[in-house]
Nanobody, 126 residues
Framework: QVQLVESGGGLVQAGGSLRLSCAAS????????MGWFRQAPGKEREFVAALSSSGGRTLHADSVKDRFTISRDNTKNTVWLQMNSLKPEDTAVYSC???????????????????WGQGTQVTVSS
């Protein structure tokens, strides 16, 4: 089992940057594929980015490609989401998620993940 705690959210102007962190408990973090999702008010939770257990494979949603980057450090039990060129439509609660799965797989559906953090608010002003 793993517990996830996000941090790094806040208020930023359009065009600015934020770096979200997700700290995981447990000694088997390197066995988990990780994902970031977001949910805006009145909308469904949507996929943002995912990263395989070793970090060798990444996948980003088209809406954030070339602006956001997911990364991890298994020695620090942490996954990050670097967000650049932020837009007002990026405003949402961002959550990290984990699934116990070694290998090159990534997952884009929220139903694939077993563990979730509480989320961190990102607000982008125009």
């Amino acid at each position: 089992q793993v517990q996830l705690v996000e941090s790094g959210g806040g208020l930023v102007q359009a065009g600015g940057s934020l770096r979200l962190s997700c700290a995981a408990s447990g000694r088997t973090f390197s066995s988990y594929l990780m994902g970031w999702f977001r949910q805006a008010p009145g909308k469904e939770r949507e996929f943002v980015a995912a990263l395989s257990s070793s970090g060798g494979r990444t996948l980003h949603a088209d809406s954030v490609k070339d602006r956001f980057t997911i990364s991890r450090d298994n020695t620090k039990n942490t996954v990050w989401l670097q967000m650049n060129s932020l837009k007002p439509e990026d405003t949402a609660v961002y959550s990290c998620a984990a699934k116990n799965m070694r290998g090159p797989s990534v997952a884009v559906t929220k139903y694939a993940y077993d563990y979730w953090g509480q989320g961190t608010q990102v607000t982008v002003s125009s």
